[in-house]
């Protein structure tokens, strides 16, 4: 008995043929691609991934492959569209959504690449991966709050992760809560000791909460891990200082001792009540802010009390009646941002006999301001009088 085969079914078997042996030059020219692409041979690599996709649309993984090739080469903008091909065809791949969200973060276009790791994290809810470059994007954006939610809930997931401790512990250095900051770094490199960014943010830390010894351990350990954060956190721990005067361009002799006569300062205190201002010029170890040094009410002019400043007239006033007195702000301060120098200008006069008498070498000038980058005056280097030489 003989069968007719329909004239249908001979076109439905033809087509079938035609679809097997399309699926199969798919299948070849992904593998090629493969192939090349593990050559880095990436622009055949690229030709054959395009082939298989003109063979099969449908074939996420030439997609995918023609993604990384082109991120191979530097070409976000075709990888991107490469990923979305991919993900036409299945919105259902998290590796997919968390590559794009990659090159989304590295261009610093923070919002698609939020998007992409929301999808991520949607389609895989055990992912760490995901939450942590959200959380990176949030403190990107200045979202701290969103970042700790983010930084908190892997770390919850990976409590063995430092990196996780190190990001929360960023986090908090953001914030100002350097407390917390400094129990998340100390747990970070604890698991990962030899974690230089994390030793970098813990010196931070220390720096912040006014504990420069911890913060000069730090130090110590950068500079054996990483000489380039090493430098970072040492410019941080550097404070300015006040090193010396300059006497070529003060007017005002520091170098005079107890009792002297003010005469010996300038020829105008020969006269009786006679006022004069002199110019007192410092020398500072750091770019400062010059309206804050020039901000009278940042300066004191007093007698030193002892330490390294000794003590005014040694400690003895034979002739306490011909001492003179003077205003402790100064009239007027000019700053030299070239040189780094103060010229602290202040007013003295004689008395109505035309005896005064001062100690030059324990007149001691502190300076409570801030330099260019708001940093506060070291607190053993504010000071400067003739007795120290130095500042103090």
């Given at each position: 008995?003989?069968?007719?085969?329909?004239?249908?079914?001979?076109?439905?078997?033809?087509?079938?043929?035609?679809?097997?042996?399309?699926?199969?030059?798919?299948?070849?020219?992904?593998?090629?691609?493969?192939?090349?692409?593990?050559?880095?041979?990436?622009?055949?690599?690229?030709?054959?991934f395009k082939q298989a996709t003109a063979f099969k649309p449908e074939m996420v993984d030439a997609y995918n492959y023609m993604g990384m090739t082109y991120l191979k080469q530097g070409k976000n903008k075709e990888a991107i569209e490469a990923y979305k091909m991919s993900l036409k065809v299945d919105r259902?791949?998290?590796?997919?959504?968390?590559?794009?969200?990659?090159?989304?973060?590295?261009?610093?276009?923070?919002?698609?690449?939020?998007?992409?790791?929301?999808?991520?994290?949607?389609?895989?809810?055990?992912?760490?991966?995901?939450?942590?470059?959200?959380?990176?994007?949030?403190?990107?954006t200045d979202r701290y709050a969103d970042a700790e939610v983010q930084f908190k809930k892997v770390q919850r997931?990976?409590?063995k992760d430092g990196n996780v401790y190190f990001a929360l512990g960023q986090t908090y250095n953001k914030m100002g809560r350097y407390d917390e900051a400094a129990s998340q770094l100390e747990q970070a490199v604890t698991l990962k000791k030899d974690f230089a960014y994390a030793h970098l943010e813990l010196g931070t830390a220390y720096l912040q909460l006014g504990q420069k010894d911890k913060a000069q351990e730090q130090l110590a350990i950068l500079k054996e891990l990483d000489t380039g954060l090493a430098e970072t956190l040492q410019a941080d721990l550097k404070t300015p200082k006040i090193l010396t005067s300059n006497t070529d361009?003060?007017?005002?002799?520091?170098?005079?001792?107890?009792?002297?006569?003010?005469?010996?300062?300038?020829?105008?205190?020969?006269?009786?009540?006679?006022?004069?201002?002199?110019?007192?010029?410092?020398?500072?170890?750091?770019?400062?802010?010059?309206?804050?040094?020039?901000?009278?009410?940042n300066w004191s002019i007093s007698k030193a009390t002892g330490g390294t400043g000794g003590y005014y007239n040694n400690g003895y006033t034979p002739h306490p009646e011909n001492e003179?007195?003077?205003?402790?702000?100064?009239?007027?301060?000019?700053?030299?941002?070239?040189?780094?120098?103060?010229?602290?200008?202040?007013?003295?006069?004689?008395?109505?006999?035309?005896t005064g008498i001062?100690?030059?070498?324990?007149?001691?000038?502190?300076?409570?301001?801030?330099?260019?980058?708001?940093k506060q005056m070291d607190p053993d280097a504010d000071e400067y009088d003739g007795f120290a030489k130095e500042g103090f």
């Open positions: 008995m003989s069968t007719t085969v329909s004239s249908s079914e001979k076109m439905f078997s033809a087509l079938l043929q035609q679809q097997t042996l399309r699926d199969q030059a798919a299948t070849n020219a992904l593998s090629s691609g493969m192939a090349l692409f593990q050559k880095k041979r990436y622009s055949e690599a690229i030709a054959s259902n791949q998290e590796q997919v959504y968390t590559d794009l969200g990659n090159i989304y973060f590295s261009e610093q276009r923070y919002s698609e690449a939020e998007e992409a790791y929301k999808n991520a994290a949607r389609i895989n809810p055990a992912s760490t991966l995901a939450p942590y470059s959200l959380g990176q994007i949030y403190l990107k997931m990976t409590p361009k003060s007017t005002f002799n520091s170098l005079l001792g107890p009792g002297s006569s003010l005469v010996l300062l300038d020829p105008a205190f020969l006269e009786p009540y006679a006022s004069k201002d002199l110019t007192m010029t410092l020398q500072f170890d750091s770019e400062m802010d010059a309206a804050s040094v020039m901000k009278v009410t003179i007195d003077f205003n402790p702000i100064p009239k007027s301060v000019m700053y030299d941002a070239v040189n780094l120098r103060a010229t602290v200008t202040f007013n003295l006069s004689q008395n109505e006999d035309g001062i100690d030059p070498s324990h007149l001691v000038f502190k300076f409570s301001g801030t330099d260019i980058y708001g």
